[in-house]
């Protein structure tokens, strides 16, 4: 896989229910962060996790980070319809770099 | 709250001709960046700039690609000769000096005909 692939790619469920997504990335990283884009539309910065954290929460967001796996979690609770969307992370690696890497995200649609 | 901001929202060009894309960053940030997003594929990082010059770019950045901070709001990216494969959504962004954080404007869709 590449850097920053997530999965699903696609995920399916109904309101109320928890959305996790994963994602993987393969070089050391200083962060990772999770974008959302709603179709055709800007990328929404969610939440930043640093690579010496391992746990984070926004809110209905929670994010969890494994250096060890090289992988992370978004975990989206009691999801509403208008968390449709595709869900993006993005690392940057380290040293003083700030491009980000993205995933090819994870598409979710909450049904009402 | 404060927002990047982008213009055109889209662009219709045909090949060969220059073209320029704007872009407001967040007023107290002072890093810039331009990525692209290909229809269907991943957004992919282009440049980043910092204190009035390039402090970072991808293979695709080449010749025909320059930015530049012409005031101090804005933020262009322009593309000097299009080409069909140019077309894509082009989001700028900007964070803190202090932070990662990068956040980014509603995009210009770019159409190369």
């Known amino acids: 896989s590449q850097q920053g692939e997530e999965d699903p790619q696609a995920l399916s469920i109904q309101e109320g229910e928890n959305a996790t997504m994963n994602c993987s990335y393969k070089?050391?990283?200083?962060?990772l962060q999770w974008y959302r884009q709603n179709s055709g539309r800007g990328l929404v910065h969610l939440i930043l996790?640093?690579?010496?954290?391992r746990e984070k929460h926004s809110g209905r967001l929670r994010v969890t980070l494994d250096t060890s796996k090289k992988s992370s979690s978004l975990l989206i609770t009691a999801s509403r319809a208008a968390d449709t969307a595709s869900y993006f992370c993005?690392?940057?690696?380290?040293?003083?770099?700030?491009?980000?890497?993205f995933g090819s995200g994870t598409r979710l649609q909450v049904q009402p | 709250e404060p927002e990047v901001t982008q213009t055109p929202s889209h662009q219709v060009t045909q090949m060969g001709q220059e073209v320029i894309l704007r872009c407001v960053p967040i007023?107290?940030?002072?890093?810039f960046y331009w990525y692209r997003q290909i229809l269907g594929q991943k957004v992919e990082f282009l440049v980043s700039?910092?204190?009035?010059?390039?402090?970072?770019k991808s293979e695709i950045f080449d010749d025909q690609f320059s930015v530049e901070r012409p005031d101090g709001s804005n933020f262009t990216l322009k593309i000097r000769s299009t080409k069909l494969e140019d077309s894509a959504m082009y989001f700028c962004?900007?964070?803190?000096?202090?932070?990662?954080?990068?956040?980014f404007g509603p995009g210009t869709r770019l159409t190369v005909l």
């Open positions: 962004a900007s964070s803190e000096e202090t932070s990662r954080e990068q956040f």
């Open positions: 070089t050391s990283i200083n962060n």
């Open positions: 996790i640093r690579s010496n954290e």
């Open positions: 993005a690392t940057d690696a380290i040293g003083g770099r700030r491009a980000l890497t």
């Open positions: 007023s107290n940030h002072l890093y």
């Open positions: 700039f910092y204190n009035n010059e390039i402090s970072e």
